[in-house]
């Protein structure tokens, strides 16, 4: 016999029961699939046929040309309808969500849990979708978001839906609330939402896009916990995911985040040179909030690598694009970007314009922490120009205004040193630098001190 | 490939497009054109649920077929073992063992 079929030895010896139960299978299984050496079972006798009638129930895989038409027909029958009723609990989901937001949050999980109205996969969906869109700017209420998409998909059909599809959506949410907590910095409780998350993942549909989506959000706890090597790790891990899936946007998702933690590293012509490689695969149409990211981050990089002038020329594109997706908290992002950048050109004036501004907005925005960072880049440009009575006024009102914010207390006593040492006239830019190194370190780990 | 292709009528199109390619993956895994449908039914479900974000809709439908298929072969292989094991008859010997009793007797 040829190599794609059985030697009669081996039919022999597996009649006989001379092989191990793995081969003995293996064997039969070939016999399942090939009905031409099934056909030779009787020449090898009976004991082969009733061994394989005991394997296989007598069950003999003989399908047909064309047999197979129907079941695509069959199919798409079938989910026309499904199709149909999925697109309506999208449509029919923002007014439930406009329902649910006029009601106190504790009301929403009522509502959700006593009337099946609320119970739909459509509703699920958006909430998910509207708490990743918040997050990063109210990361408190992105939570309550993703709890309540949890409430919804715990009483959705296992029936309908089915187990590991439900499996999938539930260890996203978990993944999303671990999130928010890294974003609100309660970092003991994003580990335990992880390992939820991880728990839900492994009975999910095992899908490499849901993995790979829940490794990039852990590679962003990884970063904030100062463990580059196994953010680097975590993040290569999902790019070759989403490379095995053909995702390209999602791989300059990726990318874009390997590039910051480059930078976190002080790796900074690596980190330009991933966001160039981002740059050909965000999808602006998709995603336009990440394509801005993108091209500010590679601005400012840009800048601190020493290249002012191409920094400013990309500028004019990222303000497009952050008219583009009129978020405010972006714009103010640029225009902190224009400040750094206007400082490296020596435009000094422009440069504490647009920082003044920058500062103003997060404290308006209630974004206490961006605010003492921008503050600590107008200190900087006050003390390298020798404003000294400027840089006081300011140190002033920054443990003033902080105070009564988000910064946390080991931040506020960098500040106060700062103050201090502004007071003293012993301040130095390096001291201002060292605090803004620390500020950015210790965003997520509150517990972190400062160490002059 | 766009996500639009997770609504109804774009996936049919796709399943049509998709049919040569799905046939043979349910020949290789032995599974019948009565066993093919509800597999293809979950797998098209999950597109339409977790595909709306995501262009990749063929590869994942493609990936969640074969793990249907997988899914049943491995309960083919359950159960074809269990039988073996219930077999007074069966062998709990490896296959190397075998080989060395022939090898030990005369020719």
């Known amino acids: ?452 | 490939m766009t996500p639009g292709d997770a609504r109804g009528g774009d996936l049919a199109e796709v399943l049509r497009r998709l049919g040569s390619r799905l046939e043979a993956l349910f020949r290789r895994f032995g599974v019948s054109p009565e066993e093919a449908v509800p597999i293809l039914d979950e797998a098209v479900l999950e597109v339409q649920l977790r595909c709306s974000r995501q262009p990749d809709v063929e590869g994942r439908l493609l990936r969640a077929v074969e793990r249907g298929c997988a899914a049943l072969l491995a309960e083919r292989r359950r159960k074809a073992l269990a039988a073996l094991a219930e077999s007074p008859e069966t062998s709990e010997t490896t296959g190397e063992e075998d080989r060395e009793d022939h090898e030990r007797r005369p020719p």
């Open chain 1, 1 to 452: 016999m040829s190599e794609d079929h059985l030697e009669d030895e081996t039919l022999s010896r597996w009649a006989a029961r001379k092989l191990s139960s793995e081969e003995t299978f293996e064997v039969g299984w070939h016999l399942f699939l090939c009905a031409p050496c099934r056909a030779r079972l009787p020449e090898i006798g009976p004991e082969a046929e009733a061994l394989y009638d005991k394997m296989f129930a007598g069950h003999r895989f003989t399908v047909p040309p064309g047999a197979y038409d129907g079941v695509t027909r069959a199919v798409a029958e079938k989910l026309r309808r499904t199709g149909l009723a999925i697109e309506r609990e999208r449509s029919t989901a923002p007014t439930l969500w406009a329902e649910l937001e006029g009601q106190p949050p504790g009301r929403r999980a009522l509502l959700v849990e006593n009337s099946s109205r609320f119970q739909t996969y459509g509703l699920a969906e958006l909430l998910l979708t509207e708490c990743r869109r918040i997050w990063s700017e109210d990361p408190a209420r992105a939570e309550e978001l993703a709890e309540l998409a949890l409430a919804v998909t715990y009483r959705l059909d296992r029936r309908i839906h089915g187990p590991a599809l439900l499996n999938d959506i539930k260890a996203e949410a978990w993944a999303y609330i671990a999130n928010c907590r890294r974003i609100r910095s309660d970092l003991r409780s994003v580990s335990e939402a992880f390992e939820i998350a991880d728990e839900f993942h492994a009975r999910g549909t095992g899908d490499p896009n849901e993995e790979a989506s829940l490794l990039g959000l852990k590679a962003s706890y990884l970063r904030d916990q100062r463990r580059f090597e196994d953010a680097v790790a975590t993040i290569d891990r999902a790019i070759e995911l989403y490379r095995e899936t053909g995702d390209e946007h999602q791989q300059g998702r990726m990318l874009i985040k390997k590039a910051m933690m480059c930078r976190d590293m002080n790796h900074l012509e690596e980190a330009i040179a991933l966001l160039q490689q981002a740059a050909s695969r965000i999808d602006g149409e998709r995603e336009p909030r990440v394509l801005l990211c993108l091209k500010n981050n590679l601005a400012l990089y840009l800048g601190e690598a020493g290249n002012p002038l191409e920094a400013r020329k990309m500028l004019r594109e990222v303000r497009r694009l952050a008219v583009q997706t009129g978020m405010p908290i972006e714009r103010l992002r640029l225009l902190w970007t224009e400040g750094l950048i206007s400082r490296r050109l020596r435009q000094d004036s422009v440069a504490e314009a647009a920082l003044k501004r920058t500062m103003d907005g997060f404290l308006e925005a209630g974004i206490g922490y961006d605010a003492a960072l921008v503050a600590l880049d107008l200190a900087e440009l006050y003390l390298e120009t020798e404003r000294y009575g400027e840089a006081r006024d300011l140190a002033a009102r920054m443990i003033r205004v902080f105070a009564s914010r988000d910064v946390h207390r080991e931040a506020l006593a960098a500040l106060a040193i700062l103050q201090q040492s502004i007071e003293r006239d012993a301040a130095t830019v390096a001291l201002v630098q060292q605090i803004a190194r620390y500020l950015q370190r210790a965003r997520r780990n509150p517990a972190l001190r400062f160490e002059p």
